[in-house]
């Protein structure tokens, strides 16, 4: 399996500022995700991450708001703009496992708390 | 539509004591892929099993298991001789393609 590493790992936030979190992978991946769980919620997709294109989001997420980078086969940001205390959520970025296809797995999460 | 239910919220066990942890999915795809993920307290996400939907063969590792029967729509997790360690927020997830629906999790908690 994959080792996916992320940061910030936590984070408190004023409303109305934006905040980039950060995926790193130690493998070369095609696919990335995004997902949001909010508190005692389960995960919900934000957008998937391709590298040299466009990200894909999913219906109630929109890129103005969730902006996402993916510079390389190895790294994607995500970032959280004009924040509201609604936002406040874990964030986790996945990767399909290379060789194990429909296998995701997860990195630790950044848990957001915007007050 | 595409849809995971988990109807218990939350179990609590003793330690030793087997447990088991239901999952119902819809979908109308007749390929697809179901999945156990563990969420303990530290808050990661850990990978349990993938099941794709032409394998109905049940699957032991240790004292895991998982029993998925397509005729129900089921692929219910269970726990032997529980630990503590178990105490976590199981989620059930329905895969078609790449993207993952999760239900809403069982919260175990296994006492000592």
Partial sequence: ?115 | AQKVTQAQTEISVVEKEDVTLDCVYETRDTTYYLFWYKQPPSGELVFLIRRNSFDEQNEISGRYSWNFQKSTSSFNFTITASQVVDSAVYFCALGKGDKLIFGTGTRLQVFP
Avoid: H
Avoid at chain 1, 31 to 45: A, D, E, I, V
Avoid at chain 1, 72 to 80: E, G
């Fill in chain 1, 1 to 115: 399996s994959a080792v996916i590493s992320q940061k910030p790992s936590r984070d408190i936030c004023q409303r109305g500022t934006s905040l980039t979190i950060q995926c790193q992978v130690d493998s070369q991946v095609t696919m990335m995700f995004w997902y949001r769980q909010q508190p005692g919620q389960s995960l919900t997709l934000i957008a998937t991450a391709n590298q040299g294109s466009e990200a894909t989001y999913e219906s109630g997420f929109v890129i103005d708001k969730f902006p996402i980078s993916r510079p390389n086969l190895t790294f994607s940001t995500l970032t959280v703009s004009n924040m509201s205390p609604e936002d406040s959520s874990i964030y986790l970025c996945s990767v399909e496992s290379r060789g194990q296809s429909y296998e995701q797995y997860f990195g630790p999460g950044t848990r957001l708390t915007v007050t």
